[in-house]
């Protein structure tokens, strides 16, 4: 560890850190995401090495390993963290990565391909010219409008991302 590391993590004011954390953790579960995996994920995001094992989770969240086991398990399946051994060892350091958020949307975009083939079979079995399938078809075109927008806007990102902070 450099001391850069040790003097920037002394000069962390832990409380301030805790209320960051369990506030941008609230913001998260207001958009829909789960408690746990939100208090976990905000964790790691205030962490200076982007990376925690679960005894150290546990620690700073007072949350039991069982509790960690499910929020981690969520956030690798939705693309925000990863799972890390430690050389040498059989302990496990869950890690955010600077684009976890292109990970995370990208992610969502097979989802939304999904619901755009369930919804083309709702308006071929509903029939298009029925109030129901009109509906179903309004509710495909915008999923198909926002599938497009995200490509592009991703592109975007990318260019905008090198251009701030460097090639990856």
């Known amino acids: 560890m450099n001391r850069m590391t040790e003097s920037a993590r002394g000069a962390r004011d832990a409380e301030a850190v805790s209320r960051f954390v369990e506030s941008f953790a609230a913001q998260l579960v207001e958009a829909g995401m789960q408690r746990m995996p939100a208090r976990v994920f905000a964790a790691l995001l ?3 090495e982007g990376s925690m094992t679960s ?3 546990g620690e700073q969240l007072r949350i ?20 890390e051994r430690e050389p040498g060892s059989r302990r496990e350091r869950y890690r955010v990565h600077g684009n976890q958020w292109y990970e995370a949307l990208t992610n ?3 989802v939304i391909k999904r619901w755009e083939g369930a919804l083309r079979e709702g308006v071929t079995s509903l029939g298009a010219d029925t ?4 509906r179903m ?5 915008f999923f198909e409008f926002i599938e497009a927008e995200i490509v592009e806007m991703m592109e975007r990102w990318r260019v905008h991302r090198e251009k701030t902070f460097g090639p990856e």
């Open 64 to 83: 039991s390993p069982a509790a960690v086991s499910g929020a981690v398990r969520y956030l690798a399946q939705t693309h925000m963290v990863s799972r």
């Open 55 to 57: 005894a150290e989770l």
């Open 108 to 110: 969502r975009e097979a």
């Open 137 to 141: 078809a309004e509710t495909l075109a």
């Open 46 to 48: 205030s962490s200076d």
């Open 131 to 134: 109030p129901a399938g009109r």
